[in-house]
């Protein structure tokens, strides 16, 4: 399972970061860090969420002595939540519920019950909603099985969508 942002993802991360210049970030997905810097970089303030410890000690050995000071790692289990009387996600249990000026989601990717991997779109963002202001910027990396749920069930207008899609709170909520 990859856990670092690719190449490809940083260049466009870094141009979009450094014109919105978020005050406050939200990374789904802590990773090996490599993306937790790059939001740090240029957003005030920094809440990322991992449900493996070893990669919020990875994330902190690789970030910016610097930086970190803007960056509250959070780890936290997975859970399934539901997204309507029909549909379950996956989504962490410490989500912390407030608005967003920008949201990273790299995490969770699976969900495992009894060792069996459950595929489930991601279900942060569901919760998140309610909290949520029109405009609020996300940027997902590449998750066409969630992508294609937000598509449906969201308030949410694509901005741009190739390996990766960036989209924003649509204005106007059905």
């Known amino acids: 399972m990859q856990k670092a942002i690719r190449k ?3 260049k466009v991360l870094t141009k979009i970061l450094s014109k919105s210049r978020p005050a406050l970030s939200l990374e789904l997905g802590t990773g090996t860090g490599k993306s937790t810097e790059i939001l740090a970089r240029y ?3 920094v ?3 991992e449900q493996d410890q070893k ?4 994330a902190k050995q690789n970030i910016a002595p610097d ?3 803007k960056i ?4 936290s289990d997975i859970a399934v ?6 549909l379950h ?7 912390p519920l407030r608005n967003f000026d920008f949201i990273l989601i790299d995490g969770p990717g699976k969900y495992l019950e009894e060792g069996k991997e459950i595929k489930l779109p991601g279900g942060d963002l569901f919760r998140l909603l309610p909290y949520l202001e029109a405009e609020t910027l996300i940027y997902l990396d590449g998750r066409k099985f969630s992508m294609g749920f937000f598509k449906k069930f969201l308030p949410i207008e694509i901005i741009k969508e190739e390996s990766y899609c960036l989209f924003r709170v649509a204005k106007e909520r059905i």
């Open 43 to 45: 957003s005030n303030q």
């Open 8 to 10: 490809d993802d940083v």
């Open 81 to 86: 939540y539901p997204i309507n009387k029909y």
């Open 67 to 69: 930086l970190q000071g």
């Open 72 to 75: 509250d790692f959070v780890l």
């Open 89 to 95: 996600g996956v989504g962490y249990v410490n989500l």
């Open 47 to 49: 809440i990322t969420l």
């Open 55 to 58: 990669f919020i000690e990875l």
